[in-house]
């Protein structure tokens, strides 16, 4: 499924597919499609939810887009795609560096930084959990810091989008 969002921040189904799961050839053939039938001119921002096909043709059939990573969804925290290392989402990936015992309270923290009001609040709340749990928890700070960019991306775009 793909939706698409216009200047005035109205959302619009702009291709609903029954494809081979994740298939970067079926992502290929959505793109294109979606690209001769609507969407001629490149998209600012593109969200998504760490699907590998997805990420790898977006960039070779609308390669100017900015990436938003989900902050939801469980996958592995990189996978290789190609020669491309593909950043995956990340609040459940990080979880899974952590004890259970902390994962609440850093559950919390994460959610600060992606439901921030704006940019500045955000990188002062990403600052935040960076700075709390590296000593004891590195990998879970890592996985985190490696897509700072991406995960904050749609800081940079109206509130309505």
């Given at each position: 499924?793909?939706?698409?969002?216009?200047?005035?921040?109205?959302k619009?189904?702009?291709?609903?597919?029954?494809?081979?799961?994740?298939?970067?050839?079926?992502?290929?053939?959505?793109?294109?499609?979606l690209?001769?039938?609507?969407?001629?001119?490149?998209?600012?921002?593109?969200?998504g939810?760490?699907?590998?096909?997805?990420?790898?043709?977006?960039?070779e059939?609308?390669p100017?887009?900015?990436?938003?990573?989900?902050?939801?969804?469980?996958?592995p925290?990189?996978?290789?795609v190609?020669?491309?290392?593909?950043?995956?989402?990340?609040t459940a990936?990080?979880?899974?560096?952590?004890?259970?015992?902390?994962?609440?309270?850093?559950?919390?923290?994460l959610?600060?930084?992606?439901?921030?009001?704006?940019?500045?609040?955000?990188?002062?709340a990403f600052?935040?959990?960076v700075?709390?749990?590296?000593?004891?928890?590195?990998?879970?700070?890592?996985?985190?810091e490696?897509?700072?960019?991406?995960?904050?991306?749609?800081?940079?775009?109206?509130?309505?989008h």
């Amino acid at each position: 499924m793909v939706i698409g969002g216009n200047e005035r921040g109205e959302k619009h189904f702009l291709a609903i597919e029954n494809r081979i799961r994740e298939s970067i050839q079926s992502w290929r053939e959505v793109l294109l499609d979606l690209k001769r039938r609507v969407l001629d001119v490149f998209p600012k921002l593109a969200v998504g939810d760490g699907a590998l096909g997805f990420l790898a043709t977006l960039d070779e059939v609308y390669p100017e887009p900015r990436h938003q990573r989900c902050w939801v969804h469980t996958t592995p925290c990189m996978e290789e795609v190609g020669r491309r290392r593909m950043p995956k989402p990340k609040t459940a990936n990080v979880l899974n560096y952590l004890p259970k015992a902390v994962q609440p309270k850093a559950k919390n923290a994460l959610q600060e930084i992606w439901m921030a009001g704006d940019q500045v609040s955000a990188e002062k709340a990403f600052d935040h959990f960076v700075q709390t749990y590296p000593a004891k928890y590195p990998k879970a700070v890592a996985c985190l810091e490696e897509d700072r960019e991406s995960l904050l991306a749609f800081y940079d775009f109206p509130a309505m989008h």
